[in-house]
């Protein structure tokens, strides 16, 4: 069975840092991708960041140049490294992983999802 744990949620100040950590249990998958989704209240919830298993990745424009995806396979676990926040940032971030290729934004193409780390950005 696919889990997904998030971790590394929190509040800080505008232009503030934080890290998120995804571990990734029960996947076996050799093509696979992996995300990152968020839904602040009221929204639809939106595809920031997507990883797929060749490292090509598929970033949102609004998150472009300030945050980074990574992954360490021997750990099976996923980062999303969160610069410069803002404090439209603020949402529930979740974690995601299918089976597929190549990257996607949508969350229709993802079918396991973890619980969620809620982010605070403070003006």
């Known amino acids: 069975q696919v889990q997904l744990v998030e971790s590394g949620g929190g509040s800080v100040q505008a232009g503030g840092s934080l890290r998120l950590s995804c571990a990734v249990s029960g996947y076996t998958y050799t093509n696979y991708r992996v995300g990152w989704f968020r839904q602040a209240p009221g929204k639809e919830r939106e595809g920031v960041v997507c990883i797929d298993a060749y490292g090509s990745t598929m970033y949102a424009d609004s998150v472009k140049g300030r945050f980074t995806i990574s992954k360490d396979s021997a750990k099976n676990t996923l980062y999303l490294q969160m610069n410069s926040l803002k404090p439209e940032d603020t949402a529930m971030y979740y974690c995601?992983?299918?089976?597929?290729?190549?990257?996607?934004?949508?969350?229709?193409?993802?079918?396991?999802w973890g619980q969620g780390t809620q982010v605070t950005v403070s003006s």
């Open positions: 995601a992983a299918n089976a597929g290729w190549p990257c996607s934004r949508h969350r229709d193409d993802f079918n396991y």
